[in-house]
């Protein structure tokens, strides 16, 4: 299936592992040209090198997002490199600093982050005519999870933001949508150090997957790849739960 990614514009931040740099590989594979961040320049670089293989545009970049007041500035000059921007996806987030329970890396990480990411770009994807925003939530915004937590909570302000958003934005032709994947595994990230130094809760974790494993980094990006698309050019204001059924509640 054409997705009808080739030559666009894809912003995406914390881009170097995990689902971003799932997300990445599929929309470079696609044709599309690619902007993206991460705090670290060695993955950064090999993140360019695999990227640029598909022949597209590639800029990545060391940043920092505790840098906050130049962020807006990283994502203005990355779109006029570019020369544009359609899509843009926020994944930077506190779960990838190990900072779920800090309230205040929590709001900027997650919710501030992707605010003011909107904000900076709209000026980009209202001249696009395959806009597209993907708010990266979670199912611990959804459902009881864990404990009470910032990263919980900020996840579950970014649904109703994005849903608002999508309203406010549609007439100017930009999709607004949400992805909440449920418990995903990846080399290195959180459910990896869980399975090593909490193996019991890891297992009982997994005995709640009705399709019996957890998801992996590709198994979410798939699908937010397509929701991004011209593929899925009728979706906006919608969450799409990406878990292995892992969540119990009906959703009408």
Same mark, same amino acid.
């Given at each position: 299936m054409d997705l &009808?990614? @080739? /030559?666009? @514009?894809?912003?995406? #931040? /914390?881009?170097s592992r995990g689902i971003g740099r799932a997300a990445l590989?599929?929309?470079a594979a696609e044709g599309a040209d690619i902007g993206f961040f991460s705090r670290n320049q060695a993955q950064v670089d090999e993140t360019i090198a695999s990227l640029s293989r598909h022949g597209g545009k590639v800029i990545g970049e060391s940043f920092d997002l505790t840098d906050f007041d130049n962020y807006p500035a990283w994502l203005v000059k990355t779109a006029d490199a570019l020369g544009g921007c359609d899509i843009f996806?926020? &994944?930077a987030s506190s779960s990838g600093s190990q900072l779920t329970g800090d309230?205040? +890396?929590?709001? @900027?990480?997650? !919710?501030?982050?992707t605010v003011k990411g909107c904000e900076a770009l709209e000026p980009y994807l209202a001249k696009s $005519?395959?806009?597209a925003i993907v708010m990266?939530? =979670? #199912? +611990? +915004? #959804?459902?009881?999870? %864990?404990? $009470?937590?910032?990263? *919980?909570a900020m996840k579950a302000a970014l649904l109703t933001y994005s849903k608002q958003l999508s309203q406010a934005w549609g007439p100017k032709g930009i999709r607004? *949508?949400?992805? =909440?994947?449920?418990?995903?595994?990846f080399p290195g990230g959180n459910w990896d150090t869980v399975k090593q130094q909490m193996p019991d809760f890891y297992a009982a974790t997994k005995a709640q997957m009705a399709l019996g494993r957890f998801g992996v980094a590709?198994?979410?990006?798939? #699908? %937010? !790849?397509?929701?991004? =698309? $011209? +593929? =899925?050019?009728y979706t906006t204001g919608t969450n799409v739960v990406i878990d292995g059924g892992y969540t119990k509640r009906v959703q009408f």
């Open positions: &009808g990614l @080739k /030559g666009l @514009k894809v912003i995406v #931040t /914390g881009g590989e599929i929309f996806i926020h &994944g309230w205040e +890396a929590a709001f @900027k990480y997650d !919710v501030l982050g $005519p395959h806009a990266m939530a =979670s #199912t +611990a +915004a #959804t459902e009881t999870f %864990l404990v $009470p937590q910032a990263f *919980n607004v *949508n949400a992805v =909440s994947p449920g418990p995903i595994y590709e198994d979410v990006a798939r #699908t %937010l !790849v397509f929701l991004a =698309s $011209p +593929a =899925s050019s």
